[in-house]
């Protein structure tokens, strides 16, 4: 699990940062297609549209030129941070609500977001009950683990880069993210990650498979994406595929 916000945002901005390399600030129909660099601009942008499609198929493309647009000819923003990141909040939330039947347009607190203290204390309720659950091991920096799955593959470095399947749940087990459910594992390198994945990766052999129950000071903090929500402690059941 990166630092981003989250997997399904995290690759709407990569790939938004492929569009802003590719389309520059012309949206001609005619545009020259002629030398290699435009034709590698117009076959990023074709990619994106298409996976954009998919991800966001309510997104409006007008609207999405015109920020495309202003950013890279340098003009004045037309929303504020504050509206840009309400506008992604809400369009998270909105997925959640779908996701779990909530059409009410109320957020449970157990469905991510919620009171940086109430996260705080409800996470170290459940640590501290968890921790005495038989299986569970604690290391030094409070996080917790259990083993599933024992492999005897090679055992990752914290430079190295791995392979993993993963699912990530909130205490009260909505599922935040998955590799498992998109059908393709993950790639990342040990250092961009969260430090619970940093430590707890490298407790493993390639072939195990173990649940981390990540505390927040481990996790995000305060900082938690809105999916998630601050101060929550993390459960994450995961496969080591390869070490790279």
């Given amino acids: 699990m990166t630092r981003r916000t989250s997997l399904a945002l995290q690759r709407s901005t990569i ?14 129909s005619d545009v020259s297609l002629e030398s290699e660099d435009q034709r590698l601009g117009y076959a990023m942008g074709k990619l994106f549209a298409d996976r954009i499609q ?8 007008d609207a999405f030129m015109a920020g495309v647009r202003d950013s890279m000819e340098g003009n004045e923003p037309r929303l504020s941070d504050e509206q840009i ?19 009410s347009g109320q957020q449970s607190k157990s469905s991510g977001g919620g009171d940086a203290e109430e996260n705080l204390a409800a996470s170290r309720a459940f640590l501290e ?7 569970v091991k604690t290391t030094d920096s409070g996080l917790q683990y259990e083993v599933i799955e024992e492999g005897d593959g090679e055992s990752p470095a914290e430079d190295d880069r ?3 399947h993963y699912t990530g749940e909130l205490i009260d087990g909505t599922v935040f993210d998955s590799s498992r459910e998109r059908g393709e594992p993950a790639t990342f390198g040990l250092q961009q ?5 940093t430590e707890g990766l490298q407790l493993m052999n390639e072939g195990d498979r173990y649940r981390f129950y990540i505390p927040p000071q481990l996790a995000y903090g305060e900082n938690g994406p809105p999916s998630i929500g601050p101060n929550q402690a993390l459960i994450f ?4 595929i390869e070490v790279q």
């Fill in 162 to 164: 791995v392979t993993v």
């Fill in 15 to 28: 790939a938004g940062a492929c569009l802003m390399l590719a389309v520059g600030c012309s949206a001609e």
């Fill in 54 to 61: 998919q991800d966001m198929q309510d997104l409006n493309s």
């Fill in 85 to 103: 990141q309400k506008a992604v909040s809400n369009y998270q939330k909105r997925l959640r609500d779908e996701a779990t039947g909530n059409t």
């Fill in 129 to 135: 009950k968890n921790r005495q659950r038989d299986g």
């Fill in 193 to 197: 990650v969260i430090p619970g994945w």
């Fill in 237 to 240: 059941d995961v496969e080591l």
